[in-house]
């Protein structure tokens, strides 16, 4: 498959099998981050691999986190809320934290390290895809809590920019039509 194929063909697969993929597989993934473009060479990701029980840590840590967050935390509404939260990251049985530090060298800006993390993401989707395996990008609340980034062992200023989800297809991958580029792309002395 060319890199082109596997761009178009990517898709983010929420559901998934729980076989957990190798280790080998894991770190082809890494190894794929580690050759993402980042500025001045700085290379400011880190990465933290989740599987079994410290899924189910990190959730309750989260969905805690989100209690103290609600107004009532009691309501039916509120407690399904806090269910999705505790068992979110156990739907993969492979979880890669991705973060970006802090910039290290005066004439890299934090921006571009987070750029850079967001590259090696990208990067491990990409090879996820050829390797057949299942792969989604996460956020959410979690990502900017002080909490979960304390567990994890990060610094308060490090940023998480994904959440990596790395398992097997439990669905077939769904047809997806990106808006044409040309409604997005604008030509500025692009001579016709």
Known sequence: MSVFETI????????MTPERPSRQQIERLLEAATHAPNHH?????KFIVLAGKAREELGALMAENLAGRLEDSHSEKAQAMLNKERTKLVRSPVVIVVAAEMPRQPNVLE???IEAAAAATQNMLLLGEEM????MWRTGDAA??????QWLGLAPEEHIVAFLYAGFPAIPRLERKPIPFEEKTTWIGWEA
Do not use: H, T
């Not at 900017?144 to 980034?149: E, N, P």
């Open 8 to 15: 178009k063909n990517r898709r983010s697969i929420g559901k």
């Open 41 to 45: 060479n700085a290379q400011p990701w």
């Open 111 to 113: 921006i571009e390290n």
């Open 132 to 135: 057949g395996l299942a792969c």
């Open 144 to 149: 900017y809590d002080a909490r979960v980034k």
